[in-house]
């Protein structure tokens, strides 16, 4: 068994830029305007960590720790409330189950079915986490399975071309039928790991959900333990939607993990902490760019650095 980890300091934070700006460039200003630290600058502080979709418990949370430490004047320093804020936060993403992804070696091949809604970076992702894979050592293959769009084969051989990933496709309409052959294939040469690619799909839509029982049939018909992981991407873009779709998406698939894409894209990186302290899936990685590098494991520690910092 092994972890699977990807992580570059430097690129998270050129990623969560935006969100950096948005809170503690905001915060900054705050304080250096500041003629005296009272409830108006504690109210303020809470307008920020809000506007950055960090959540309102958690918001509440830390007000409430700033309000109890200000009454000690020596206490209201920007850098007394940063390291209070800091530590909060990295709490909440440690006391989730942040865990990168594990791959069982016996039992070939790993099975992980990638869903979400459409554009929400699932094929990127794919090719990303190809890209961590294989760098481990893992033979990979993708299977194509997003058989609705005429052009979702060719983008999934672009990017896998990239990662040097192979692509399994047929002319089959039928994602089942396409996922029942790429296993096969994958059986016989010994694979490690085969990922799956699906079309783009809202919970709500019945018969694309049906779908996704169906795929996880036909794999069960030939690898006993079935599916070993259902990661759901997600937009960070999205912000407070991306939350509510892996609450709704939960209800109708056994999801094991989420990926959170485009970090890179949105002030709002907040949301990662109340995907931690509302949600219990587990954050597997993050998306801070359009490389194939920028797919990220969630780090706690650095990932509070990346934005306070
Ligand atoms: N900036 C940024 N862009 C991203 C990230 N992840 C995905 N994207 C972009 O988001 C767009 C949609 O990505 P896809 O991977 O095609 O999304 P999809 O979920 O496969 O889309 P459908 O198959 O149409 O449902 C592409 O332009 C990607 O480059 C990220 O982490 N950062
Ligand atoms: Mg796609």
């Given at each position: 068994m092994?972890?699977?980890?990807?992580f570059?300091?430097d690129k998270?934070k050129n990623?969560?830029s935006?969100?950096?700006?948005n809170?503690?460039?905001k915060i900054?200003e705050?304080f250096s305007?500041?003629?005296?630290?009272?409830?108006?600058t504690?109210d303020?502080i809470?307008e920020?960590l809000?506007?950055?979709?960090?959540?309102?418990?958690t918001?509440?949370?830390?007000i409430?720790k700033?309000?109890?430490?200000?009454?000690?004047e020596s206490?209201?320093s920007?850098s007394k409330?940063?390291e209070l804020?800091?530590?909060?936060l990295?709490n909440?993403i440690?006391?989730?189950?942040?865990?990168?992804l594990?791959?069982i070696?016996?039992?070939?091949?790993?099975?992980?079915?990638?869903v979400?809604?459409n554009?929400?970076g699932?094929t990127?992702s794919?090719a990303?986490?190809?890209n961590?894979f294989?760098?481990?050592g893992y033979?990979?293959?993708?299977?194509?399975a997003d058989?609705?769009?005429?052009a979702?084969?060719?983008q999934l051989?672009?990017w896998a071309?990239?990662?040097?990933?192979?692509v399994?496709?047929?002319?089959?309409k039928?994602?089942?039928?396409v996922?029942?052959?790429?296993l096969n294939f994958?059986?016989?040469?010994?694979t490690?790991?085969?990922?799956?690619d699906?079309?783009?799909?809202?919970?709500?839509?019945k018969?694309?959900?049906?779908?996704l029982?169906?795929?996880?049939?036909?794999?069960?018909?030939?690898?006993s333990n079935?599916?070993?992981?259902?990661?759901?991407?997600?937009d960070?873009t999205a912000g407070?939607?991306?939350l509510?779709?892996?609450?709704?998406?939960?209800?109708y698939t056994d999801?094991?993990?989420?990926?959170l894409?485009?970090?890179?894209?949105t002030?709002?990186?907040g949301i990662?902490?109340?995907?931690?302290?509302?949600?219990?899936?587990?954050?597997?990685y993050?998306?801070?760019?359009?490389?194939?590098?920028d797919l990220?494991?969630?780090?706690?520690?650095?990932?509070?650095k990346?934005i306070f910092?």
């Amino acid at each position: 068994m092994s972890l699977l980890k990807n992580f570059n300091f430097d690129k998270l934070k050129n990623g969560l830029s935006k969100t950096r700006n948005n809170i503690i460039g905001k915060i900054t200003e705050v304080f250096s305007g500041i003629v005296k630290f009272d409830n108006s600058t504690i109210d303020e502080i809470e307008e920020i960590l809000l506007s950055a979709d960090i959540g309102s418990k958690t918001t509440e949370n830390i007000i409430d720790k700033i309000r109890k430490m200000a009454i000690d004047e020596s206490d209201r320093s920007i850098s007394k409330i940063k390291e209070l804020i800091m530590g909060e936060l990295k709490n909440i993403i440690g006391s989730a189950q942040s865990t990168p992804l594990q791959i069982i070696d016996s039992n070939k091949p790993f099975i992980i079915l990638i869903v979400g809604v459409n554009g929400s970076g699932k094929t990127t992702s794919i090719a990303k986490l190809a890209n961590i894979f294989r760098k481990s050592g893992y033979s990979v293959m993708i299977a194509s399975a997003d058989t609705f769009r005429a052009a979702a084969n060719e983008q999934l051989e672009t990017w896998a071309k990239r990662v040097d990933v192979p692509v399994f496709t047929t002319t089959s309409k039928d994602p089942s039928a396409v996922v029942f052959d790429a296993l096969n294939f994958s059986i016989k040469n010994e694979t490690d790991i085969l990922i799956i690619d699906t079309a783009g799909r809202l919970h709500t839509q019945k018969n694309l959900m049906e779908e996704l029982s169906k795929i996880k049939r036909v794999i069960k018909s030939l690898k006993s333990n079935g599916i070993d992981e259902i990661l759901l991407v997600i937009d960070g873009t999205a912000g407070q939607n991306a939350l509510m779709q892996a609450k709704e998406f939960s209800k109708y698939t056994d999801l094991t993990g989420l990926i959170l894409t485009k970090l890179d894209g949105t002030a709002k990186g907040g949301i990662v902490f109340q995907i931690c302290s509302e949600l219990q899936i587990p954050l597997r990685y993050i998306g801070v760019g359009e490389e194939v590098e920028d797919l990220q494991n969630l780090e706690p520690s650095d990932f509070v650095k990346a934005i306070f910092n």
